[in-house]
């Protein structure tokens, strides 16, 4: 069985693959009606030239991965992308129909919230406005808005998808930090209420009891100590159980949503593009072959939506490929028409529901079996080209979303069965600590009570030995007790970082975090600068609109300073909700003789700034 973290790679490995071939094949088809238009040298290299510079911009900036795509340089290529798209549509009119859409792609992964749709839709209205000197046709024009929408969304999706499953398998680790951070602030709890208050009245009546030994004192001590012991056993017994599960992690994610979304739009945009070709048909075919095509592309779509995402029966499957082959060949076999169909929903089904090299056999005798079709039709080198190509675009973007879609929702299950397993090891350490520390301290408190108790009357110097060994016994676990709830308590730098970026990714905001080197501060320091992240970053999430979060240690002699600076609050609304929010990180950080301020930036960002000397 493969792993998680392989399957991991293989995806991204998949989808930088898939990217090439569809990207590659979008170029490609551009290039051959430049062919058809005109092999002149001039067109050739110029059109080779503008093709090749928008494959660089494409995979070399906007879908290379880890690539900054809020960078200057990003923006610029942007630019240079629109150039590209648009320039040339004067010399290449009907081949540079598809080079929209890279622009509009690209737009939606470097420009940030509902500007990049707006942007969309206006690359998209403007793909068919330059056509319109050379295409007088209606539903053609409507053509080149869908079209372009389509191969923006494509673009989009195969650039975003493969560091949406990065980024998830990356916050694995970190959310199953998240979860053992909570059960260990619930220990620290339970540790505190159920036995230091035990320990403190056993300590009490121990010094009571000393002073003059009496019954009275000596049984209520041995009833607090067992308690006390029956309640370490009780706690332990329970952190040795499976923890509760922990309904938050149900029902799908954000990216599994966003998968799902994606998979359909782009499915629609394909049969919406499909509908239009198979109207141009009606001269051919007359209304009952379109009508016909009509019906048997909306049973394609059905079952490619419909599609089982994890293993099902051979027959199942075999039952969906044969139905989406019988709508994907009936109308073009009975109306000889081979444009009446979406063969590349069958080419990706193909690949997705027959096993290993299986599949990919099918895949490849789907897309040159629709080659082949348009030749045995009578049509060009051309229009075999496009079918070849287009079969192969087709059945690939929907192999990559499908199965990119079932990795992501099989890394938001496995994010849940990491934390559980993580909780786990955690609440058995809890009970070692327990048994380990405060075990044996209350079994000898018991016992040596129960002995007090009997030597009272009969040996009272005797007693009162046992009596100042059990006090000595009794200070040392309530002390036991104190350190071990501090140290599941104590905040640590480290781990608030990464549960800031843990957090404020899940919220889908953008992170950039820059620590200079913190492990020697000193540790009251480290302490408050935890909890002003902390608060800052709650802040944040509970009254800010943000999409960016910089969070910046700046450790110089003599001084740190933390900013914590996000593009979120208006500037209205941050009046009204700052001041009483940071009162007590204010008192926190001037205790240690620094300072607190919060407020809009010269850039029009909001920082929370803290700065603390280093004497």
């Known amino acids: 069985m493969t792993s998680r973290p392989e399957r991991s790679s293989v995806s991204r490995r998949l989808a930088y693959v898939v990217i090439s071939v569809v990207f590659a094949n979008y170029l490609g088809n551009a290039f051959i009606y430049v062919l058809a238009g005109g092999a002149t040298p001039a067109r050739i290299a110029g059109s080779l030239a ?40 004067p010399f290449f009119p009907h081949a540079w129909a598809g080079m929209p859409g890279f622009l509009a792609g690209s737009a939606l992964l470097v420009l940030r919230g509902r ?28 053509y080149y ?35 053992v951070s909570r059960e260990r602030l619930r220990f620290a709890h339970e540790l505190h209420d159920l036995l230091g208050v ?41 952190y040795r159980e499976p923890p509760p599960a922990d309904e938050r992690a149900a029902g799908p994610a954000m990216e599994t949503r966003f998968a799902q979304v994606l998979l359909t739009a782009v499915v629609v945009c394909y049969v919406a593009m ?23 592309v909306v049973g394609t779509t ?55 090299a299986g599949g990919w056999i099918g895949f490849c005798a789907v897309v040159a079996g629709q080659g082949l079709l348009y030749g045995v039709h009578g049509y060009g080198p051309v229009d075999i080209a496009y079918g070849f190509m287009a079969t192969m675009n087709h059945g690939l973007v929907l192999y990559a979303l499908t199965r990119l879609r079932s990795m992501v929702n099989e890394l938001h299950e496995a994010r849940a069965e990491l934390a559980t397993a993580a909780v786990t090891q955690e609440r058995l350490r809890f009970a070692r600590d ?45 002390a036991d007790v104190r350190s071990v709830a501090l140290s599941y308590r104590e905040l640590s730098f480290n781990e608030e970082t990464r549960s800031a970026h843990a957090l404020l990714t899940a919220a889908d905001i953008e992170v950039v975090v820059h620590i200079d080197q913190c492990d020697q501060l000193p540790e009251d320091v480290k302490i408050t600068l935890a909890t002003v992240l902390r608060e800052g970053v709650t802040n944040l999430l509970r009254h800010s609109k943000a999409e960016r979060c910089e969070i910046v240690l700046s450790n110089s002699p003599g001084l740190v300073t933390m900013d914590i600076t996000n593009d979120g609050i208006p500037a209205t609304e941050r009046k009204s909700r700052d001041g009483s929010g940071i009162g007590n990180l204010t008192t926190r ?23 603390i000397p280093l004497t």
């Open 589 to 611: 950080v001037r205790a240690l003789g620094g300072d607190l301020h919060a407020g809009l930036t010269p850039e029009h960002t909001y920082r929370l700034r803290a700065e």
């Open 198 to 238: 035990s320990l403190a009245a056993i300590t009490l009546k121990v010094e009571l009891a000393r002073q003059e030994p009496a019954q009275k004192e000596l049984v209520e001590c041995l009833g607090i100590a067992r308690e006390a012991l029956a309640n370490v056993r009780a706690v332990a017994s329970s």
């Open 302 to 356: 059905a079952l490619v939506l419909s599609l089982p995402v994890g293993p099902h029966p051979p027959l199942v499957r075999g039952g969906i490929l044969a139905a989406m082959a019988v709508c994907v060949y009936g109308p073009q076999l009975l109306y000889g028409d081979p444009v009446l169909a979406e063969p590349g929903f069958l080419a990706g089904a193909a690949a997705l529901l027959v096993p290993r």
């Open 274 to 296: 499909a509908t239009f070709q198979i109207g141009y048909e009606y001269p051919r075919v007359g209304a009952a072959g379109v009508g016909v095509a009509l019906a048997a």
């Open 115 to 142: 500007a990049r749709w707006v942007v969309l839709g206006v690359v998209a209205v403007a793909n068919s406005l330059t056509k319109v000197p050379y295409v007088s046709d209606g539903f053609m024009l409507s």
């Open 50 to 89: 503008c093709l090749t510079a928008i494959g660089y911009l494409q995979l070399g900036v906007f879908s290379r991965p880890g690539a900054d795509l809020r960078s200057t340089r990003a923006r610029v290529a942007l630019g240079a992308l629109a150039l590209l798209a648009f320039v040339p549509v």
């Open 434 to 478: 327990l048994h380990d520390l405060l075990g044996y301290s209350l079994s000898a408190i018991t016992l040596k009570v129960e002995l007090a108790r009997r030597q009272v009357v009969v040996d009272p110097g005797r007693a009162r030995q046992e009596l100042a060994e059990v006090l000595e016994i009794s200070r040392q676990a309530l």
């Open 145 to 179: 808005v869908v079209s372009c929408v389509l191969v923006g969304l494509v673009v989009y999706g195969l650039s975003r998808l493969p560091s949406l499953v990065e980024q998830l398998e990356t916050a694995r680790s970190e959310l199953a930090e998240l979860a």
